[in-house]
C-alpha cells in the first residue's frame, strides 16, 4: 500500500470506529439494547488504527473491555460486529457475547477482567515462538491495568523467552474516574520497560502515523526474533468511562480542550494540508461511512436472535 493510501485508510478506520461505536452508544442510550452500556474509544480511534494496520495476516490482536476500536481496525465486517452488539445470530459470537472474537482475523479477545488479555496475549506469542511461526501477538490494555500483577509477570515472562509479543498500553488518563496521576507516579508507564529489559517507547496515541511506526519497529523486531516490546500510546478519552458516564468527576474544561483536540479532525486537516485529501473528500469519505454504518444498524435490527435451544452451547467453563 502506498504512503498516501494507507493514510486514507487510516482516516477512513478512525471514521468507521467513531460512527460504529456511536451507533452502539445510541442504541443503548434509546434503550434498543440492554445489558452492560458500551465502553467506546471516542478520541482513542488513532491507538487501534495505527497499531492494526502494522500487521499482517495471521498475526493476533488481544483486546480490552474497549474492544470495537481493534476489531474495526483489523478489518472486521461492521455488520457482523453490530449484529453481535445487537445480540443477533449473525454475528461474530452467534449472537451470545459482546466480545466480539474473529479467529480467521485473529481478533481474539476481549474480555471484561482488566488485563485479563495480556497474559493470554503471552502465551499465544509463545506458542507461536514454540511452533516456529514468524507471527507476533500484540495485546492492548489501559493505564490502570498496567498495575495489574499479570502484566508485570507476562513482561518479565517475555523478555526472559525473548517473545514475539507486543504490549500496548493505551493511557487515555483515567482508570474509571481516577485520574492517571494519581494511579501511578512516574512520568510514563513506558519506564518500567527498563526493569523487563524489554524496548520501551512513549507516542503520541492520537496521531495514528506515529503510532503505526512505532508498533511497526516493534514489529519487525518481534518477527525477527528480538522479542517483546512495551509501548505506551498516550491518548485523550473524549467520552464518559462507559456510554452513560455523564463524567462528573472531570473538569468541564479538559472535556472541551480533549473534544477540541479530536483526533479524526486532527488527521483530517493534516492530510488536507499535505494535499492529500480536500475538505469535500472528506465529507464524502465521512458520508459514505455513515451509510455503512447505517446499513450494518439495518441489519443487525433485522437479524434474528439465537435460538433458546442453543442457550448452553458453545459455552466453556
Ligand atoms: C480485574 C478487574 N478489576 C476491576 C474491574 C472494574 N473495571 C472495569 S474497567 C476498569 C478501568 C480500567 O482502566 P484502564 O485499564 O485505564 O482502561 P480504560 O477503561 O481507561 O480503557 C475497571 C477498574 C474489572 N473489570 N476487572
Ligand atoms: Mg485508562
Redesign the pocket.
Given at each position: 500500500m502506498s504512503d498516501t493510501d494507507l493514510k486514507l485508510d487510516m482516516l477512513r478506520k478512525m471514521l468507521m470506529v467513531r460512527h460504529l461505536e456511536n451507533a452502539w452508544g445510541d442504541a443503548y442510550l434509546n434503550e434498543e439494547i440492554g445489558g452492560i452500556p458500551p465502553?467506546l474509544s471516542t478520541g482513542q480511534e488513532a491507538v487501534s488504527v495505527g497499531a492494526c494496520l502494522a500487521l499482517e495476516d495471521g498475526d493476533y490482536v488481544f483486546t480490552?473491555?474497549?474492544g470495537q476500536a481493534p476489531q474495526v481496525a483489523r478489518g472486521l465486517d461492521p455488520n457482523r460486529i453490530m449484529a453481535e452488539l445487537y445480540c443477533r445470530l449473525p454475528g461474530y459470537n452467534k449472537g451470545k457475547s459482546y466480545h466480539v472474537t474473529d479467529f480467521d482475523r485473529g481478533v481474539v479477545g476481549m474480555g471484561?477482567?482488566?488485563?485479563?488479555q495480556v497474559p493470554v496475549a503471552g502465551g499465544m506469542a509463545l506458542a507461536q515462538k514454540l511452533k516456529g511461526t514468524d507471527r507476533v501477538s500484540i495485546c492492548f490494555?489501559?493505564?490502570?491495568?498496567s498495575n495489574?500483577g499479570v502484566v508485570h509477570e507476562t513482561a518479565n515472562l517475555a523478555s526472559i523467552w525473548d517473545l514475539p509479543l507486543i504490549m500496548i498500553c493505551?493511557n487515555?488518563g483515567?482508570?474509571?474516574s481516577l485520574p492517571v496521576s494519581r494511579e501511578i507516579n512516574t512520568a510514563h508507564i513506558a519506564d518500567r520497560a527498563a526493569a523487563y529489559g524489554i524496548p520501551g517507547v512513549v507516542v503520541d496515541g492520537n496521531d495514528p502515523v506515529a503510532v503505526h511506526q512505532a508498533v511497526s519497529e516493534a514489529v519487525r523486531r518481534a518477527r525477527s526474533g528480538g522479542g517483546a516490546s512495551l509501548i505506551e500510546a498516550e491518548t485523550t478519552?473524549m467520552g464518559g468511562?462507559l456510554a452513560h458516564d455523564p463524567q462528573r468527576y472531570r473538569p468541564r474544561e479538559e472535556i472541551e480542550a480533549a473534544r477540541a483536540a479530536c483526533p479524526i479532525k486532527r488527521f483530517s486537516a493534516r492530510l488536507q494540508e499535505e494535499g492529500l485529501l480536500t475538505a469535500d473528500g472528506f465529507s464524502a469519505m465521512e458520508a459514505e461511512v455513515v451509510r455503512e454504518i447505517e446499513a450494518a444498524v439495518a441489519f443487525a435490527r433485522q437479524a434474528p436472535t439465537p435460538p433458546a435451544a442453543e442457550a448452553f452451547e458453545d459455552l466453556w467453563a
Open positions: 465502553a480490552t473491555h474497549r471484561g477482567i482488566v488485563a485479563g490494555f489501559g493505564d490502570g491495568a495489574e493505551e487515555n483515567y482508570c474509571i478519552r468511562h
